[in-house]
T-cell receptor, first 114, second 111 residues
Framework: DTAVSQTPKYLVTQMGNDKSIKCEQN?????MYWYKQDSKKFLKIMFS???????INETVPNRFSPKSPDKAHLNLHINSLELGDSAVYFC?????????????FGPGTRLTVL | KNEVEQSPQNLTAQEGEFITINCSYS?????LHWLQQHPGGGIVSLFM???GKKKHGRLIATINIQEKHSSLHITASHPRDSAVYIC?????????????FGEGTQLTVNP
């Protein structure tokens, strides 16, 4: 029974398109995150939501818009895709926003922009 | 300069060797995480530390808050330990639950 799931696992699309990545967690956690892993495998936080409220919004182009319909879901919508958006995107969740909570990661979505 | 530095970047070992991966950070932290990323890409949390030492099977993680340094040790290494090991810190200087990551250590254990 998957704890944090993401769809799709692979996404290949053309420059300029709009796409969404979905994330769901069945752990009953309050806090969810989106991370970007670049070609050098470096992970960086993009967004974090706590109980559907945005709490972290890093310096991310406003073409990226997270949406949390409920605390079990955090979707990532990307407008006008660019070549530089190609990366692996990981969703994660933790019980709360407190420092001592372990984060559980989804399997990742590999986005390739052609 | 990244707030979190790991060494070495790449490490190759023979099966059975004792392995140490180091992590140094430059900010005050409330917690430090060690993560493992499998060759298939999945990320698993191994440890979360705020002080002292934790052990899980053949893995041991230690942290020295005064020296701003943590180590991940693997005893009796096995080829299935081959993965990227990532150190991440929860900074006290930033709000929310942001993790700042090191660049990872690629470990290859040969049979």
């Amino acid at each position: 029974d998957t704890a944090v799931s993401q769809t799709p696992k692979y996404l290949v699309t053309q420059m300029g398109n709009d796409k969404s990545i979905k994330c769901e967690q069945n752990l009953g956690h309050d806090t969810m995150y989106w991370y970007k892993q670049d070609s050098k495998k470096f992970l960086k936080i993009m967004f974090s939501y706590n109980n559907k409220e945005l709490i972290i919004n890093e310096t991310v182009p406003n073409r990226f818009s997270p949406k949390s319909p409920d605390k079990a879901h955090l979707n990532l919508h990307i407008n006008s895709l660019e070549l530089g958006d190609s990366a692996v995107y990981f969703c994660a969740s933790s019980q709360s926003r407190r420092a001592y909570n372990e984060q559980f990661f989804g399997p990742g979505t590999r986005l390739t922009v052609l | 300069k990244n707030e979190v530095e790991q060494s070495p970047q790449n490490l190759t070992a023979q099966e059975g060797e004792f392995i140490t991966i180091n992590c140094s950070y430059s900010v005050g932290i409330s917690a430090l995480h060690w993560l493992q990323q499998h060759p298939g890409g999945g990320i698993v949390s191994l440890f979360m530390l705020s002080s002292g030492k934790k052990k899980h099977g053949r893995l041991i993680a230690t942290i020295n808050i005064q020296e701003k340094h943590s180590s991940l040790h693997i005893t009796a290494s096995h080829p299935r330990d081959s993965a990227v090991y990532i150190c991440a810190v929860r900074s006290m200087e930033t709000s929310g639950s942001r993790l700042t990551f090191g660049e990872g250590t690629q470990l290859t254990v040969n049979p």
